[in-house]
C-alpha cells in the first residue's frame, strides 16, 4: 500500500507502508531486543547506563533494568475486595499472581486510565516481591548518560524517596527515575488492605 504525502514540497515522494505481516515482524524483533537487553542488565554485562522509559498517566518514568521484569497486557485483571483503590488487582503473569498497583493513585492523584496501550511491567525476580505497576505505554530504552539532570528548588519529596531524581532528555521532556528495590520497602505501599 502506497500513499502520496499532502507536503507541497515532497509531493513526487511516496511513504510505502508495511503490510500487517512486516509490522508484525519488526515489533517481534524489537521485543526480542528488548528482552535480550533487560537479561544482560539483569545479568550485569550491560555496560551502558540504559533504563526502561514508561509513561504513567502524563508522566515520563525510568526504571533500571534489574529491578524490571516482565512486561505483560493489561487486558485481565481480577479485582479484590477490601483493598485501597491504587491496587488494582491480580494479574496471572505465566502462573503467577502478580499485584498490580497504579501509581498515580497510590501517590493521591488522578488514576491511570485502563485501556490497549496500558501494559504491566513486573517488578524484577531479584526484587523478590510479586508485583507490578499499570503503565499507559512502554517507550522502550532510554540512555541517561544522554540526558541532563533537572536540579529542582523545590528537591524531591521526602515522603516518596522511590522518586530519586530528574532528568531532561533532547526533546525537553522530563523524566523522574524511579527505584522500585525503594518503593518495595515503603510502609504504605505494602499496606494494601483498607
Known sequence: MTQTLSDPVAANLEVTRPEGGVRRTRLRE????????????????????NQLGIMVGQVRYLLELREAGEIVSASSLTNVPLTKEWYV?????????????????????????????CRIVAFAPVLAFNSGLL?????????IAE????????????????????????????????????????????????
Not at 491480580?90 to 496501550?117: C, H, M, W, Y
Not at 536540579?151 to 523522574?176: A, F, M, P, T
Not at 520497602?185 to 488492605?193: H, Y
Open 147 to 194: 540526558m541532563e539532570e533537572v536540579v529542582s528548588d523545590e528537591g524531591l519529596s521526602e515522603k516518596h524517596v522511590w522518586l530519586q531524581c530528574k532528568y531532561r532528555d533532547r526533546d525537553g521532556n522530563i523524566w523522574h527515575k524511579l527505584s522500585l528495590a525503594a518503593l518495595v520497602q515503603d510502609q504504605e505501599f505494602l499496606q494494601i488492605g483498607l
Open 30 to 49: 524489537f521485543q526480542a531486543q528488548l528482552v535480550e537487553r533487560m537479561q544482560a542488565a539483569q545479568r550485569g554485562d550491560f555496560t551502558q547506563v
Open 135 to 143: 503503565v499507559s505505554q512502554v517507550l522502550g530504552l532510554r540512555n
Open 89 to 117: 488487582g491480580l494479574s496471572n503473569i505465566r502462573g503467577n499472581l502478580t499485584s498490580v498497583v497504579d501509581l498515580p493513585r497510590f501517590q493521591g492523584n488522578e488514576g491511570t486510565k485502563l485501556d490497549n496501550a
